[in-house]
């Protein structure tokens, strides 16, 4: 009787799963248009896994399905110091963008912003609304998983970079220092004694920064931005570290490929890739015919959708066209103004279908900012690259990239056009750089599961095991100083100080005692 009501469960269960899946909250409140292109890929994957998908978003899809529900953030633009990030800007070094504190800062105005706007206020006061999962972007807060106090479910990490210790101490521990770089580290390993030190320093200082400053303003935005609406539901809110350190499960924008052979915990799940669809979309005609037509190749030149090539100075504008005029090669320049007087080579594109561009075989070259969506996509497709990095993770993944042997790096000057008309004469001159990029491309699209795969059953994994406290690292139990066996230490040193004053005690009676006798 019991194994019948056991079945029959079961049964209404996968009934229930197959009719209308499981009801995920996806939060990606960053407006910057590569995380948006990495939310709407999650979306888009746990759609086709058949979810409730609501979507916390700053630039709403363009989707027609009835199982998406958009929170709308678009405001958050206001709440964000876009406009300093501009390749101007970083000419000129305005932004210290080596000071991570700043990024803190920045994304902690908008993470209370996202709580703070309307449309998510009446989401979190809809009583009715209930969810199995929270799927919460990280970007230097970790606020918005309280999201997942309100709704008293798990919650899984994103992260849209490869692994460093800032998104590893949340699931397990920090990485060493001694052989693991900052995310905007200047550095790579192997590490000299000078990088090693600075690496501890850059640790220690962020630490510093989170227990002194920062991690007490999160807590209060925390119990201020969440805390009425667990009341409001008859539930006591947990404390902040409890929900901090609790994620399920981190997903990682990330692949060995890509970064390094970095030692991880089991709920840390590489699924770098994910975002981009197996079919590539057909060029448009006008692009079909120009890259059909190039027999000595395609240049294609983009700075990504953050910085913008038409804030370059004009002087460098210049000194780049009549570099590329100067070559055999077609050059696909990413533009958002129209040019006069363009060389016959060049031709400006101001929207780029970029995945289509890096698929066609005659693109032989792909002159990049180095963000992470383009590292992802010239690997998948094995274009080699010039990478000319402006700030934030763009320095470690064109230096990753270059250490690879599939890039070559340019500094961002106003000496630009000399310089990367070198690195192309090399780049196009040598052979190695292509057939390292199409090894690394094997390797990363040899995976026992295709990416979009792994994230559908990871998440999946999660709710059916009620948060996955299996995978959960043991690390996260043990505080510092025990791993640092500094407890270890003090009970040597104490013992070899009683010792030490044990003996010297004797050795003084010992002398007196020889002293009284001679006397
Ligand atoms: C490409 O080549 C074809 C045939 O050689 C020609 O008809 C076409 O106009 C060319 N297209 C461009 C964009 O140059
Ligand atoms: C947008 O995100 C990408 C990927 O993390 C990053 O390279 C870029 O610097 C970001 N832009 C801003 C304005 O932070
Ligand atoms: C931590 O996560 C587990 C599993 O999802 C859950 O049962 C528990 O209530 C959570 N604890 C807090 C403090 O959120």
Redesign the pocket.
Known sequence: MITMWKLLCVLAVCASQIVSGYRILVVFPFPNKSHSILGHGVVRVLLDAGHQVTYITNSPMKSSSPNLRQVDVSDNVNHFPINAFNLETFLQNQIRTDDITFFYEAFFVLNKATIANPNVQALMGDPAQEFDLVFVEWMFSELMSGLSAVYNCPYVWFSSMEPHWMILELIDEALNPAYTTEIMSLNSAPLTFTERVSELYGQLHTKAYKAIHYDSLERQAYEKGFGPFVAAKGRVLPPWEDVKYNASLMLANAHVSMGEATRLPQSFKPIGGYHIDPKTAPLPQ?LQ??M??ASNGVIYFSMGSTLQSKDLPHEIKTSLLKMFGKLKQTVLWKFEENVPNLPKNVKIIKWAPQPSILAHPNCILFITHGGLLSTTETIHYGVPTIGIPAFADQFLNVKRSVKKGIAKMVYLSYNLADELKEAIEEMIGNPSYRQRVQELSEVYHDRPAPPAAELAHWVRHVIRTRGAPHLRSPALLVPWYQKLYLDLAAVVFVVIALLFVVVKRCLLCLVSSEKVKKS
């Open positions: 006008d015919n120009i059909d037509n």
